[in-house]
């Protein structure tokens, strides 16, 4: 399963590596300006597609029960170094393996032991695997931080994804502001009234957790998450048929 990394996804990724624990779907639909079932939705999404792993918890082992926590780089034979990073990750005492696409150090291997000893045991059983350790380094600490670009824009986005078409022709993804001016109105309305111009198509319409496919009937609610198509282009006044006029 693909999915591409419009802003909404952005922003749901980047509160989530800030912190997953404390962060809720309401706290982040407030901020991107979309429903909560809408972000729930978009996180089961990412996770189907392995774009979101896991959640984990950082621990500090120095601080929890004295241990120490040991960085090994190491080198694998090619052909056989993802075997060797899974059979890494069943040593025990081994709690992370990165594996690079190179051919000398693609491995580290982060391990955990009460004692020297402990972790000497690890840096045994991955020289008996045919890795090759080439150095070794205790690690001290370790800081995790969001992705930045992920984040949220110094100004006022209401567009999260856009593609330029042959022809001229652009569509773009929009999220509906609570006062903007098509919100509440019917597509039918909307393009009687003259706020939805020829020539601008709304493709889809996504709503909490359900993809709608757009009628004259079909009323556009304030986040709302729109599929767009312009013929000949957007516009600034295009956009500011999506969002507040304050903004």
Not at 162 to 187: F, K
Not at 193 to 220: A, K, M, Q
């Amino acid at each position: 399963m693909s999915i591409r990394l419009d802003e909404v996804n952005r922003r749901i990724i980047h509160a989530l590596m800030g912190d997953a624990r404390h962060t809720s779907a309401p706290m982040i639909a407030e901020e991107v300006g979309v429903s909560p079932a809408t972000i729930r939705n978009r996180i089961t999404q990412l996770e189907e597609a392995g774009v979101i792993k896991g959640y984990h918890a950082n621990v500090d082992f120095d601080t929890a029960d004295d241990m120490l926590t040991t960085l090994y780089v190491g080198t694998a034979p090619i052909e056989a170094r993802a075997r060797l990073a899974h059979q890494a990750r069943t040593i025990t005492g081994v709690v992370n393996v990165r594996e690079f696409v190179a051919g000398q150090e693609n491995l580290h291997v982060l391990a955990v032991g009460e004692d020297i000893e402990a972790v000497n045991d690890v840096a045994r059983e991955l020289t008996s695997l045919d890795i090759t350790i080439e150095d070794e380094k205790v690690v001290r600490t370790e800081q995790f931080q969001a992705y930045r670009p992920f984040g949220p824009a110094e100004t006022h986005q209401q567009f999260s994804d856009y593609i330029s078409l042959a022809g001229g022709n652009e569509v773009a993804e929009l999220t509906v502001d609570d006062d903007a001016p098509i919100a509440g109105m019917t597509l039918e309305a909307a393009g009687r009234e003259g706020i939805l111009e020829d020539g601008l198509l709304v493709v889809s319409i996504e709503r909490d957790d359900t993809v709608l496919t757009p009628r004259g009937e079909s009323e556009i609610r304030a986040g709302d998450i729109l599929t767009v198509l312009s013929r000949g282009g957007f516009t600034t006044e295009l956009f500011d048929i999506f969002e507040t006029e304050t903004s």
